[in-house]
C-alpha cells in the first residue's frame, strides 16, 4: 500500500507569514509523529499523536507551533509568525499504534525555507 | 532521561571493507534501539532495531547490530560496502513509558563509499 505523504514538498515563505504543513499517514495506523531536521539541530522530536490525541507534546520549540489531527488520520502541522530558524526539513512518521518499539514509517519530508 | 551519541559525523570506506558506525547511548530504563537510514532528498528508512531477546539484530541490505547492555552501545556493522550503501545514518533510541512515542536520534554518521 501506498506510503506516508506529505504536502507540499517544499514551501518557501517570507518571515512572519503562516505556514500549513499536512501529513497522511499508512493506512490502519493509530500513531502519527513528527519531527523537525535541520543543520543546526539534527533530528528532533515535535510531537506524536495516538488517535486524536497528543499525549507528548513535550518537543514543540514554541507557541507558534500547533499540530492537529482529525478522524484519526490527516495531521497539520502549522507555524504560526514564521522566523528564519524555523527553516527545516519538517518530517512525518506513522505507526500502527500498538506496541512500544513499533516501527515508525516515514515520508519524505516538507523542505520549509523562511525568507 | 535518554541521549544517543553517534562517534564520527563522516566516515569513508572502500568498496568491499568492513563498514562500523558506533552508536553509544544512554537511558535509564531498558531502552529500544533503531538504526535508520536516510538517502539524499528522501525520508528515513528502518535498517533494524532492538527491542527484547537476541541481541544480534540483522536487518535489511546485510546490516546487523549487537546490543551490548554493559557498553550502553548498539554499533551497526556490514561486512562488506557497496556503493549503494552511501548515505546517512541514524542511531535512535525510545524508552517507552510517558515517551511511548518518541524517537530520540543521533546527529547521524554519513558513509562515503570509495571505488
Known amino acids: 500500500g501506498a506510503g506516508v505523504s506529505q504536502s507540499p514538498s517544499n514551501k518557501v515563505t517570507e518571515k512572519g507569514k503562516d505556514v500549513e504543513l499536512r501529513c497522511d499517514p499508512i493506512?490502519?495506523?493509530?500513531?502519527l509523529y513528527w519531527y523537525r531536521q535541520s543543520l543546526g539541530q539534527g533530528l528532533e522530536f515535535l510531537i506524536y499523536?495516538?488517535?486524536?490525541?497528543?499525549?507528548?507534546k513535550s518537543g514543540l520549540p514554541s507557541d507558534r507551533f500547533s499540530a492537529e489531527r482529525t478522524g484519526g488520520s490527516v495531521s497539520t502541522l502549522t507555524i504560526q509568525r514564521t522566523q528564519q530558524e524555523d527553516s527545516a526539513v519538517y518530517l512525518c512518521a506513522s505507526s500502527l499504534g500498538q506496541v512500544v518499539g513499533e516501527t515508525q514509517y516515514f515520508g519524505p519530508g516538507t523542505r520549509l525555507l523562511v525568507l | 532521561a535518554q541521549s544517543v551519541t553517534q562517534l564520527g559525523s563522516h566516515v569513508s570506506v572502500s568498496e568491499g571493507a568492513l563498514v562500523l558506525l558506533r552508536c553509544n547511548y544512554s537511558s535509564s530504563v531498558p531502552p529500544y534501539l533503531f538504526w535508520y537510514v536516510q538517502y539524499p532528498n528522501q525520508g528515513l528508512q528502518l535498517l533494524l532495531k532492538?527491542?527484547?531477546?537476541?541481541?544480534l539484530v540483522k536487518g535489511i541490505n546485510g546490516f546487523e547490530a549487537e546490543f551490548k547492555k554493559s557498553e550502553t552501545s548498539f554499533h551497526l556493522t556490514k561486512p562488506s560496502a557497496h556503493m549503494s550503501d552511501a548515505a546517512e545514518y541514524f542511531c535512535?533510541?525510545?524508552?517507552?513509558?510517558?515517551?511511548?512515542?518518541?524517537?530520540?536520534f543521533g546527529a547521524g554518521t554519513q558513509v562515503v563509499v570509495t571505488p
Open positions: 535512535a533510541v525510545s524508552e517507552g513509558g510517558d515517551s511511548w512515542g518518541k524517537l530520540q
Open positions: 493506512s490502519g495506523h493509530t500513531a
Open positions: 499523536f495516538q488517535g486524536n490525541s497528543a499525549p507528548d
Open positions: 532492538y527491542t527484547t531477546g537476541a541481541t
